[in-house]
C-alpha cells in the first residue's frame, strides 16, 4: 500500500470516529434527565426518612422535627 494509502485509511478512521461521537453525545444530550440534583435529593431525603417512620426506626417527634428541617432546607435552596 502507498502512502496515500494509509493516510486516507487513517483519515477514514477519524471520520468514522467523529460520526460515532456525535452519535453518542446526541443519544446523551437528548436522554439526559431534566430534573436538577437538589430536587433529585431532597426527593429523596424525604423518601428515606418516610420509609424510617414508616418502619417504625423514628417516632412521630423525630420524624416531624427532621420533616420540617428538610423543608426549611429546601426553601432556603430556592428548589
Known amino acids: 500500500m502507498n502512502a496515500w494509502g494509509w493516510w486516507t ?3 477514514m478512521m ?8 456525535v ?3 446526541v443519544i ?6 431534566s430534573n436538577p440534583p437538589s430536587t ?8 428515606l426518612l418516610d ?5 417504625g426506626e423514628i417516632d412521630a417527634e423525630v420524624y416531624a ?3 420540617r428541617l428538610l423543608d426549611s432546607n429546601e426553601a432556603g435552596t430556592g428548589v
Not at 477519524?14 to 461521537?21: M, P, Q, R, S, T
Not at 433529585?40 to 423518601?47: D, F, H, Y
Not at 420509609?51 to 418502619?55: E, S, T, Y
Request: hydrophobic residues 60%; contains cysteine; glycine residues 8%.
Open 51 to 55: 420509609g424510617r417512620f414508616a418502619r
Open 28 to 33: 446523551l444530550r437528548f436522554t439526559a434527565s
Open 23 to 25: 452519535g453518542v453525545w
Open 9 to 11: 485509511m487513517a483519515l
Open 40 to 47: 433529585v435529593l431532597a426527593t429523596s431525603a424525604r423518601a
Open 65 to 67: 422535627n427532621a420533616r
Open 14 to 21: 477519524l471520520i468514522c470516529l467523529a460520526v460515532v461521537g
